[in-house]
């Protein structure tokens, strides 16, 4: 005589939600680890932007600007100060300033 065995299907279901609870979590550590690289990126590349400004009133005026504010006020420079601490230091007029961007956590 044939009869049906009812199979179990618990083992697969538990396999089921195990698996997307995996999925998850590896596309949540996935966005996580982009977004980080994504800042660290800008941040690179407001860097690049502040110093080419720099660069380019040094060449127009003949002088490094003293301030931050100065690019932003004559230069149309756009600073993120939402996501990046920014950091402006001129030694002399003739040298190139030291610009640090760092972004916010």
Do not use: H
Not at 7 to 35: D, E, M, N, Q
Not at 41 to 63: D, F, R, W
């Amino acid at each position: 005589m044939y009869t049906d065995k009812k199979r179990k299907l618990w083992p697969w279901v538990i396999a089921a939600i195990l698996t997307a609870v995996l999925l998850v979590y590896g596309f949540w550590l996935f966005a996580g680890g982009s977004r980080r690289n994504a800042k660290e990126e800008g941040a690179t590349a407001l860097k690049a932007v502040i110093q080419n400004c720099a660069q380019q009133c040094y060449v127009v005026e003949g002088v490094y600007p003293p301030e931050l504010s100065y690019m932003e006020d004559n230069y149309g420079l756009r600073v993120n100060r939402e996501d990046y601490y920014v950091t402006y230091e001129v030694f002399a007029s003739n040298l190139p300033p030291k610009v640090t961007v760092v972004s916010k956590p």
